[in-house]
């Protein structure tokens, strides 16, 4: 039986090369402020793989998007296994663009903050008057710079995006930024709109697209996960106030109150944890994860 070896790891994912395809397995890490944290979330990365499937199948038709199978029968004999069932996505190879898609169809977070100081958001110019958690009038689209880990990505505004694509694919910088950015927004309102139903508001989120051997762009990493999105639960929801959420936001809470943790969790926060993203999970798809 062939080994393998992640050619890549990221704070949560490793990717390994199937020669003209990928497996993106999402392991029970969790990262908060760019630190990977010494804990592991049991199952996590099952309800990362199988929610972003959820997704990938609903908005197929507006993009199409990395996903070949989720099933390890379809991946070489080293994934037939436990470690890696549930948690593991047979992927096309995509030429992945440098710009995180960023949108926000409510107000919060550090979006929140810049709004506070000088009624922006990423240099969008904001209505006057909004309160903490209000919904947009619009969904806006902020995108940033991908950054290594460790770094922190870098907000850009629209016109900075042009200039990033130009750079690493001459001659269709304003071309992939539009599609970006109006595929970042047709995703989004199909999505919010779907959760919204379910009893869940997509606060905000973010997407990666990449380009495939035709040079078309295409949906791919994660989708619409608790580690990329902010999900709040309908019930309860008003404005003028943070809102309780089924993500990471749990978590960064409880670090920001106990600095001295060196990013070790206590017990019963990991529980938590996960029982918020499986019971988001549960609300999105309508079943329990299997």
């Not at 663009?97 to 904001?126: D, F, M």
């Not at 600095?259 to 070790?264: C, G, I, Q, V």
Request: proline share 5%.
């Amino acid at each position: 039986m062939k080994e393998f070896k992640p050619v890549k790891e990221g704070k949560v994912r490793e990717i390994y090369d199937n020669g003209d395809s990928l497996i993106m397995v999402a392991t029970d890490r969790i990262s908060a402020f760019d630190v990977i944290l010494k804990n592991k979330v049991t199952n996590k990365g099952k309800v990362l793989t199988q929610m972003s499937r959820f997704w990938f199948d609903l908005t197929n038709d507006i993009l199409p998007n990395h996903m070949l199978s989720t099933d390890v029968k379809d991946m070489p004999e080293f994934f037939q296994n436990e470690k890696f069932e549930g948690r593991s996505m047979l992927c096309k190879k995509l030429t992945m663009l440098p710009v995180e898609c960023i949108v926000r169809g409510y107000i919060t977070g550090s979006g929140w903050a810049s709004y506070q100081e000088n009624g922006t958001v990423c240099g969008i110019k904001l209505p006057e008057g909004l309160k903490e958690c209000d919904k947009l009038p619009e969904p806006i689209y902020t995108p940033s710079t991908k950054a290594e880990i460790g770094d922190h990505d870098e907000n850009i505004d629209f016109e900075k995006s042009i200039t990033v694509l130009e750079k690493e694919f001459p001659g269709h910088g304003e071309e992939y930024a539009k599609a970006l950015r109006d595929n970042t927004i047709a995703l989004y309102k199909k999505c919010a709109d779907y959760a919204l139903k379910r009893g869940i508001i997509i606060a905000d989120t973010k997407f990666e697209f990449g380009l495939d051997e035709n040079g078309n762009v295409v949906l791919g990493d994660e989708m619409l996960t608790p580690d990329s999105s902010r999900f709040w639960p309908v019930e309860g929801y008003e404005s003028g106030h943070s809102q309780p959420s089924f993500d990471k936001q749990f978590v960064r809470d409880w670090l920001k109150a106990n600095p001295e943790s060196d990013y070790n969790l206590p017990q019963d926060v990991i529980d938590k944890t996960i029982d918020k993203y499986l019971e988001a999970y549960k609300l999105l798809t309508g079943s329990d994860l299997a």
